[in-house]
């Protein structure tokens, strides 16, 4: 299977791995894309893709550009869009139900979404969506087995309004125990930063999926504490309360559960150990992009044809 990748050449996260993943199980035409080409996907396309040699063409870009083309997006063949952000479409913020929106303009075209109940959400609506969770960067993250000297932490960003959720429950947190709110840059001041913190505090509130730092964080031992995300999510990922996690849904709660571990400190070693092993098997960039893969070989649904208004504005390029 020949795939064509078109992916953000301007990313904080570094998806490098992933893109690896990919290209591990099928044939990858990967193609990174300026800001520039994202805002003009038909100009791009024009002269740069011969749609013909494609079994596969996967978008892997800003949602804020695709939304503005479409037009044209509708008519590129064997589509499949990879989502990481489609939980906004269900929370209080500027893209509420625009992915809706968005999909039902090409119903035909499949989407793989980062959070199970969304993307069953986005099926019961009709759309063609299947999950695929975010995972982490092997090469980059691991266990190092260094002294944990920082007890409770978060690394992250809590300043945009999606996060606001998270930034008010921090902060709560941070009243109450003594609480590492930092970020860092990419790469070895990450890792070790991670390796430094026992128990990662993450506080997914209101998202309905679990974002990558908690991937990240399970794959260099932390100890997990993640805000719960529900019954739903939790099976379709393993993740189990006590066992290889730490599930929460209010401060109090979390404070209950730090006493037990704290008081029972091979009981917090088993756990990290346990959602280390879970993050390695199941959520390093090589598994899922085998994953994801696996999701792009299956036959896609028919494509609506176009008409002869939208041919002639093809023809046109309007």
């Not at 999606?162 to 590492?180: F, H, I, N, T």
């Not at 990662?200 to 805000?227: H, P, R, T, W």
């Not at 280390?276 to 960039?285: G, M, T, Y």
């Amino acid at each position: 299977m020949k795939v064509l990748l078109l992916v953000q050449k301007e990313q904080r996260v570094i998806l490098d791995r992933l893109y690896e993943g990919i290209a591990a199980h099928c044939e990858c035409d990967l193609r990174w894309l300026t800001s520039a080409d994202q805002r003009d996907l038909r100009g791009y396309f024009r002269r740069e893709v011969d749609v013909s040699r494609y079994d596969r063409i996967v978008f892997f870009l800003r949602f804020k550009q695709e939304i503005r083309q479409a037009g044209f997006i509708r008519t590129v063949p064997n589509l499949v869009i990879l989502e990481h952000d489609a939980y906004q479409n269900y929370i209080a913020c500027k893209y509420t139900g625009k992915f809706s929106a968005h999909y039902r303009k090409m119903p035909w075209v499949r989407v793989l979404i980062s959070g199970f109940v969304v993307s069953e959400r986005l099926r019961s609506e009709g759309f063609d969506a299947l999950f695929v969770p975010k995972g982490y960067d092997q090469r980059l993250l691991s266990d190092l087995g260094l002294a944990r000297d920082i007890e409770l932490g978060f690394v992250g960003s809590v300043n945009s309004v999606a996060y606001s959720g998270r930034k008010a429950l921090l902060d709560e947190l941070g009243q109450v125990e003594d609480l590492l709110v930092t970020r860092t840059k990419s790469g070895d001041e990450y890792l070790q930063t991670l390796n430094r913190i026992r128990f990662f505090a993450s506080a997914d509130v209101g998202m309905g999926e679990y974002m990558i730092k908690n991937f990240e964080a399970m794959a260099c031992g932390c100890v997990l504490l993640a805000y719960d995300q529900g019954e739903a999510e939790n099976r379709a990922l393993g993740l189990r309360d006590m066992h290889n996690v730490v599930f929460y849904t209010s401060i109090s709660q979390l404070q209950e559960k730090l006493a037990i571990l704290r008081a029972d400190p091979s009981l917090a070693q088993s756990i990290a150990q346990n959602g280390r092993d879970l993050a390695v098997a199941q959520f390093s960039f090589a598994a899922i992009g085998q994953r994801i893969v696996e999701d792009l070989r299956a036959p896609l649904r028919p494509q609506a044809p176009i008409n002869a208004w939208q041919r002639l504005r093809r023809a046109l390029g309007v």
